[in-house]
Nanobody, 124 residues
Framework: VQLQASGGGLVQAGGSLRLSCAASGRIASNYDMGWFRQAPGKEREFVAV????????NFADSVKGRFIISRDNAKNTVYLQMNSLKPEDTAVYYC??????????????????WGQGTLVTVSS
């Protein structure tokens, strides 16, 4: 599975951005698609995940209620709608994929395919 992330940019605090992650190759319906982010000087952290087959979602507490993850089956694309952005959301955002297991995973080392990252900068 190859992943291509896009949609990052510069936005003011309180604004919105939508990230896209286009998947090519063999995307089976039993995949989990995740978004992670890495801020300068910090470790990469989980943001959100969606189970492709069911649409089940899970979010980090820091983004719950502000971010929405969704998928478009026809386009093989996962989206991360980010609203009410804060300066602390500034990071490089990565999309990732893994074959779905019994439990939805939120740790980055569990994911086997990664996109190249897209930078989101939120100014105060």
């Amino acid at each position: 599975v190859q992943l291509q992330a896009s949609g990052g940019g510069l936005v003011q605090a309180g604004g919105s951005l939508r990230l896209s992650c286009a998947a090519s190759g063999r995307i089976a319906s039993n995949y989990d698609m995740g978004w992670f982010r890495q801020a300068p000087g910090k470790e990469r952290e989980f943001v959100a995940v969606i189970r492709w087959s069911s649409g089940y979602t899970n979010f980090a507490d820091s983004v719950k209620g502000r971010f929405i993850i969704s998928r478009d089956n026809a386009k093989n694309t996962v989206y991360l709608q980010m609203n009410s952005l804060k300066p602390e959301d500034t990071a490089v955002y990565y999309c990732a994929a893994r074959p779905a297991g019994y439990v939805i995973r939120t740790t980055d080392h569990e994911y086997t395919s990664w996109g190249q990252g897209t930078l989101v900068t939120v100014s105060s």
